[in-house]
Every structure is written in C-alpha cells, then in structure tokens.
C-alpha cells in the first residue's frame, strides 16, 4: 500500500511537471479576399491573406519571431504587413520575420494582424499549415463579414448614437484639407517637394497613420466651383513606400514606446483595405477619374468604407456660391448628394453635410440686410438646402453653424444664442425664427448643431468677442451661444416639445505658440465633456470635436496665415507629427492606439495626458 502511494504521488508530481513545463502553442484564423482582376488566359490570381495570430500555450512569442505558410499553389509574394519575407519557394512555402517592438505574442493576449498578398496558380490560396518558429498552429478559416452599410448615425436625447443598438457615438475627428482652394486632391499629396514617402503621399497610408493617432472622422471642406466644373489631376506619383511597421513606429509617441513595450502594448488597428501600392508608387489602387466630382466622392467612400465618419464642409470662405446664385447652390448641393447615395449607399450613412461654413466670414447674419441681396439671411438658404437634400435622400444627418452674433459668439460659425435679453444686450441676430421654422420640418432631429471655437491667437485674428477666453466666463459664454441646446433644447413660442439638438465643434486648434491658449483650450475640453469644472448642468457633452488641421494648407490659409500657422497634427512636411497637439488632443477623447482606455472626452483623458504633455 505504502510503494502504490508512492507511486501515485511520483505520478502526480509527474503531471504537474509536465503542466508546468513550456508549451508554446499558437492559433491563427484568416480571412481572403481578392485583389485585382483574375488574369483569364492561365487562371492565376492575386489573393490578400489577412491573418490573426495568438498565443495559446503558456510561453510567448517573442519579437523576432518566424512565420511560416504553405499552399501548394503560391507563385511569388506581392506585398506583405507586419511580416519581412526572407524565404519564398515557388509552388510551396513562405516564410518571413515579424520583428517590431509591439508584435511579441503574450500567452491570453491580443492577437497579432498580419498579412501577405500572394499570387496563385490555382485554388483560392487558403493556407494548409502555419507555423511561429516552427511550432505548428491551430488553423482555422474567417467566416466572412455578412453584407451590408455601416451603422447609421441618429439623434437621441442630444447625442449622436448608432442607428442600430443605440450605443454613443463620438466623432474624435480631423479637418483635412485641399478640395476647397482648387487642388483635386488633399493638400500634402502630390508635393514631393516636401516629402517623397508614403507616409505623407500614398492617401490609404496617410488614413491609416490617422487611424493610430486616434481619429475616427474627417472634415472635408470643398468648394463647388471646383468639385462640380474641373477635371481631377492623376493622384498616381512615384515615391518611397514606407514598410507597415515604420508607418506604426512613426505613428507612436516617442515617450509611450518603452512603457507599452514592457507592459504589453495594445495593437494598432489593421490598416485600410490596399493600403500598400506597388512598391515605389503611391495611390496606385485609386482608381482613373473622369471628373472632379467622381475624385471628390470616391475618396469620401474610401475614408467611409475604412471606419471614418465624414462631414462634408461648404467652405463659404472660398465658395460664394451661395450668395452669388442660391439656386444653382441648392442644385449643386443635390446633384452631390444624389450621386454619392446612388454610388455609395453604404457610405454616404456614415456621412454629415455641414451645409454652410462660417456666414459670419461674408457678413451674413439670421436675418437678410435689407436692400442688400448679397447678404440674405443664414437661416433661409440653410432651409431651402436641408429641404431639398431631405427630400432627396430622407435621414440626411445636417449640421448648422451660427452666425451674426459678436459680442456673443466667440469665433466665425458661432452665434446660436435665443435668450431675448442676451440677443437685446449685443444688439445680435435673431435665430429665433430659424429655430421656429426648423422645429417644424421633418427632419429636424436629423440637425447636428457645428460651431467653431477657437482660442485667443485666433478670435484675435477674427475680431470677435476678445473676452471670456477661459475659466468660468468662457463657460458661461459657450453655454448661452450653443450649450443650453443639446440639454434644454429648443422650445417653441407656442408650446409644444423642446427639441434637443447633438453639438460637434466642427474646428478648434492652436499652434500653441500664444501663452494665452494653453488654457483656453484645457478649459474647452474639460467644457465640452461636461466635467469637473465644466460641468454647470445647463449644457451635456458634445458628441465630437474636430481638429483645425491635419497639415498646414498651402492655399490662402497657407503656413504664413496667421491663424493656421504651425496648426497641423503633422509638420511642414507632412509625415512628421507634432507629438504635443497629439497629447493635448487626448483631452477631447482621441485614442491613440498606444494609449489605453475608451474613446470619451474630458477630465480623465486630460489626466492621462498631464504627465506627456511636452514639446516633442
């Protein structure tokens, strides 16, 4: 009895032994999709592999690291992410190194995307065995995603929610620039004067690097009187393609690198579909455009397709074609909007009109000046524009800018205060009857409300309201001009239901170079989260706040303006990124994809990013 109990004790301490011991195990799921056209004579084609790969044992996968794939029918690696082919043998075996910093795989961790684009002979180019240094994996194929849109944006209790499970949306957006001063494609690209890479020319690249700093919207501003009438000018150039983990480490923050890379970092979203051309070309994928028109809206699909929302800005500063001619506006707005929903439907419900910029830039107000047909009122071409837009495409997300209101507003695009006695102390516009007339019209929850505010070196420029630049007096100030409008709403002068309307800042930025506007905007962000000092209980957090800009525009708003000038997210170059916005712009709820936590704006994020804020 005692020599079996002893033997039963070996044995389990044998077994312990052996659950203890290192077992590297690893799982891999993929998922294919074509690229490019089959070629028809010989049956060969190119397929994009993208992989998910985990560790499942109880040993990680540290960087460097070997992967390995067979088929039987891979003829040459085209391109590849997070993964440097060192060996490929025709008809069999491909095999690279995954060696950045952030790529070691944590037993229980998040798994690693990677992926190849191979050409085949024959078969759909499904992997038959995967291996990490020499360790067989799990293999098991994606199902594919069901078809169909995006989720829907809606209106709910002054916030914008997905259409479908209800769940807060906020747009952590960015204002990109170049299709409102007569460039037919985004200001940056195409000038390899300044840079030569794809990090700054290759638009999916460029996207991409938008979506690690922790954007999830574009602004686009545009002007009719190009969009509409001109030709698009190739967008194909030959430059130098930056490999995905180079794209990654530019797109991290020097001083979050050493902290996520011992402590696990999280892994940046998978980059857009294609976003690698050949190599040595950038936007080689975009597709040939007849018209400008046909660039303009392909470009908006692609951010839409790739998980951004879209505003689609009427730059008034430069497009007076509202003024000039409201008739062929409201047509040019429409023909826009039907060709991007007959073209798009899928995209264009992840897609805003902000239908007029900034009246106030031309001197327009909530009511018309009489005897002065150039100046009608705000309110009556945003009317006649929503209701055609609405008519054409019902559930059209609208959003509308104040004006005419100094001494109340803080900048251009402000301007959206009713209180009779604030309207009668600064002899300001009346959007009263705007309001009584939109509350009225089908659409009126479908209205997002976008002022502009911007700190001092700006609202000096513009000559507004140089007053209440922070602190309690710019809290009461923005509360009065459009706060009170996403929690109290808009109550009609007969009685009836308040409506209550969402807030996007559709522009903020500082240079940060005036003293003065470190605090204005602290002060902003802690306002437009509705939190800590912020918090007055008259108005509700913003639902997005976008930034003025990615990069400095060469146009007339050029590096030598003295409103955007040193503004952008990336340098004067284009590729490199001014790391002190990036932290600063934690405080209004963009997430980098080092940075952990959700995507929500105010007092937290600004705690996470007091200790980071610096002049890298």
């Known amino acids: 009895a005692a020599a079996l109990a002893t033997l039963l004790l070996l044995g389990g301490v044998a077994a312990d032994r052996r659950a203890a011991a290192p077992r590297p195990r690893c799982s891999a799921t993929y998922g294919l999709r074509p690229w490019g056209e089959p070629r028809a004579a010989d049956n060969w084609r190119n397929v994009t592999i993208d992989i998910d790969l985990a560790a499942t044992g109880n040993v990680p996968f540290y960087a460097p690291y070997e992967v390995a794939l067979s088929d039987g029918a891979y003829l040459r690696v085209l391109k590849t992410w997070n993964l440097n082919v060192t060996r490929a043998t025709a008809y069999s075996r491909v095999a690279g190194t995954v060696g950045n910093w952030w790529m070691h795989l944590q037993p229980g961790g998040r798994p690693l995307g990677l992926g190849l684009t191979v050409e085949v002979w024959q078969g759909d180019g499904a992997p038959r065995a995967l291996t990490v240094n020499g360790v067989q994996c799990t293999l098991a194929r994606r199902a594919a995603p069901p078809p169909g849109p995006p989720p829907a944006l809606r209106s709910e209790g002054g916030r914008l929610v997905d259409a479908d499970t209800g769940e807060v949306i906020y747009m952590a957006g960015i204002n990109y620039m170049g299709y409102e001063y007569g460039l037919t494609m985004f200001d940056g690209i195409g000038q390899a004067f300044k840079s030569t890479t794809s990090l700054s020319q290759d638009l999916a690249t460029v996207a991409w690097r938008m979506r690690l700093l922790g954007v999830n919207a574009v602004r686009l ?8 009438t001109r030709a698009a000018d190739a967008a194909q150039l030959p430059c130098y393609s930056v490999p995905p983990g180079d794209v990654v480490a530019a797109s991290t923050d020097p001083t979050a690198r050493r902290a996520h890379a011992s402590a696990g970092a999280v892994l940046p979203p998978p980059p857009p579909p294609e976003h690698q051309s050949r190599p040595g070309w950038c936007n080689e994928r975009m597709p040939p455009a007849e018209s400008l028109l046909d660039r303009f809206l392909w470009v908006v699909d692609f951010f839409a397709a790739n998980g951004f929302y879209v505003v689609l800005d009427n730059q008034f500063n430069y ?10 506006w409201v047509a040019q707005w429409r023909k826009l909007w039907t060709e991007m929903v007959a073209r798009y439907p899928a995209s264009s419900r992840r897609v805003l009109l902000d239908v007029l910029n900034e009246p106030d830039v031309w001197g ?25 837009l609405h008519e054409a495409n019902p ?3 609208f959003i509308v800018q104040g004006c005419g209101q100094p001494g109340v507003a803080k900048n251009w695009g402000d301007g959206l205060a009713t209180d009779p006695a604030l309207l009668a102390r600064f002899n300001a516009s009346d959007p009263r009857p705007f309001f009584e007339a939109l ?24 000559r507004t309201n140089p007053e209440g630049d922070r602190g309690e007096t710019l809290f009461s100030r923005l509360t009065h001009s459009f706060g009170y409008l996403n929690k109290r709403g808009y109550c009609p002068r007969g009685g009836g239901e308040c409506t209550v309307f969402p807030i996007v800042l559709g522009e903020t930025g500082t240079g940060f170079v005036d003293p003065r506007d470190w605090q204005a905007q602290i002060d902003l962000a802690e306002w437009s989260a509705a939190a800590g000092r912020g918090a007055d209980g008259a108005h509700g957090p913003v639902a997005g706040v976008f930034w003025w800009a990615w990069g400095l525009g060469h ?28 932290r600063f712009l934690q405080r209004f709820g963009f997430q980098p994809w080092y940075a952990p936590g959700k995507r929500t704006p105010g007092a937290a994020a600004a705690a996470a990013s007091l200790a980071s804020d610096g002049d890298d």
């Open 221 to 228: 501003p545009f002007d009719f009187r190009s969009v509409m």
């Open 319 to 328: 497009d007076t074609t509202a003024t000039d001619d409201v008739g062929l």
């Open 364 to 388: 327009l107000g909530w009511q018309a000046v009489p005897g002065n047909a150039s100046l009608p009122a705000a309110g009556d071409l945003y009317l006649e524009a929503m209701d055609a």
């Open 395 to 397: 559930g059209t997300l």
């Open 439 to 462: 509350v009225r019209r089908p659409y009126a929850r479908s209205v997002v409300l976008g002022p502009h505010v911007y700190p001092p070196s700006v609202y000096d420029v513009q």
């Open 555 to 582: 146009g007339a708003d050029g590096p030598d303006h003295p409103i955007d000038n040193d503004m952008g997210v990336v340098g004067r170059d284009w590729a490199s990124v001014d790391w002190k916005k990036v």
